[in-house]
């Protein structure tokens, strides 16, 4: 999703700049993984980009965000499994912070999903 725009009406510029530094922090989990596979000698997996994606654009905020809030809980969950199958190898470290950065991520979403719903002014992280 770092690549949709969402319908943004002209009193929320505020929530999409909060979504885009949401995105960038994310890419930097994304490369931590990447070098900790790299490092491991594994390749990931490259497929095609998902399709389901492409209708993803345009949409309403407050409609994107519960999305968003949804796929960021499954982020957490698959950080917390990464560090479970880990166990106590090297990676743990790594991938503790990546967590812990998601799951902060996903509180800072809630908080969005929420002062969107209430409709009230500068969404969390923009203050």
Do not use: M, N
């Amino acid at each position: 999703l770092d690549e949709a725009d969402p319908w943004t009406d002209a009193g929320r510029p505020d929530a999409k700049a909060s979504l885009d530094r949401l995105a960038a922090g994310q890419r930097e989990s994304v490369a931590d993984v990447s070098e900790l596979l790299l490092r491991r000698h594994v390749l990931p997996t490259l497929d095609t980009y998902p399709s389901e994606f492409a209708s993803l654009h345009y949409l309403a905020l407050d409609f994107l965000v519960r999305k968003l809030v949804a796929d960021q809980l499954g982020v957490v969950a698959a950080a917390d499994a990464a560090i479970t199958a880990c166990g106590a190898g090297p990676a743990v470290r790594t991938l503790r912070r990546i967590r812990d950065r998601e799951a902060s991520r996903f509180e800072e979403l809630k908080r969005l999903q929420e002062d969107l719903r209430k409709g009230s002014g500068t969404p969390p992280g923009i203050r």
